[in-house]
């Protein structure tokens, strides 16, 4: 069993940061640890961001992309070629394929993969 060294505020911010991708236990009590050290330089404004992401963050009713508008700034943009559409698993897809400036035309998020096998 392991001791309780927290209070239940920082347990449960430990416990949410290992939910997310890449951070195990051990990594999530660092980033807290680091969190709670630099209360005012990186804290106060992740809580801050995170509220405004909750309140303003939609998903795009065209594509499924994640913007702060909907239809995103990519369906938005007129000089997006409308005469294809690339379809991506995930929004992190579409985003890489925007950082690489590769794709010029629009995008379908499926949010999930396609299996012929599974139907």
């Given at each position: 069993m392991s001791k309780k060294i927290a209070g239940p505020e920082i347990e449960?911010?430990?416990?949410l940061l290992a939910r997310l991708p890449g951070l195990g236990p051990r990594s999530a009590r660092k980033a807290a640890l680091a969190l709670i050290k630099r209360r005012e330089e990186l804290?106060?404004?992740?809580?801050?961001?995170?509220?405004?992401?909750?309140?303003?963050?939609?998903?795009?009713g065209e594509c499924g992309n994640v913007d702060t508008l909907s239809p995103c700034s990519i369906c938005a943009n007129p000089r997006r070629d409308r005469s294809m559409i690339v379809v991506v698993e995930e929004v992190g897809d579409l985003w890489a394929l925007e950082r690489a400036g590769v794709v010029s035309s629009l995008y379908h998020v499926l949010g999930g993969h396609l299996s012929p096998l599974d139907g």
């Open positions: 449960r911010m430990v416990q804290l106060v404004p992740l809580a801050a961001a995170l509220n405004t992401a909750i309140e303003r963050i939609v998903v795009c």
